[in-house]
C-alpha cells in the first residue's frame, strides 16, 4: 500500500495559468501511428487526479490527438483510488497501516 502522505497521485504536483491543480497520472498511454515524421505522438490517453486540495476533487480522463483535446471526461471522487487518502479541502486521513 501506498503512504498517504507520500502519494504522488493525489498530491499537487503541478499548477496551470488556471489555478488548476493536479498529481501525476495515474494511466498515460501513447499511441506512435505517424511513421513519416516518428517524433510526434498521434493520440496520447491519461487518466489523473485534478483539485485534490480543493473543495470539488475530480478524476478527469482525456485522450488528445495531435496536442488538442479529443475529448475529457471529469468524474467527482471523495477517495485516491491509489493509496485512500479523503480528497478535499480539510480532509484527514480516513486510516493507517498499523
Not at 501525476?24 to 510526434?40: A, M, N, R, V
Amino acid at each position: 500500500m501506498i503512504d498517504q502522505n507520500t502519494c504522488k497521485f493525489c498530491h499537487v504536483n503541478s499548477e496551470l495559468k488556471n489555478g488548476q491543480t493536479f498529481g501525476e497520472p495515474i494511466w498515460e498511454h501513447t499511441e506512435w501511428f505517424d511513421s513519416y515524421k516518428q517524433t510526434k505522438e498521434r493520440k496520447k490517453i491519461e487518466a489523473r487526479i485534478i483539485s485534490p486540495e480543493t473543495n470539488k476533487p475530480r478524476f478527469q480522463s482525456s485522450i488528445l490527438l495531435r496536442q488538442r483535446f479529443e475529448s475529457t471526461s471529469k468524474f467527482k471522487i471523495n477517495f485516491c483510488p491509489i493509496c485512500g487518502r479523503r480528497l478535499g479541502k480539510g480532509k484527514e486521513k480516513v486510516w493507517e497501516e498499523i
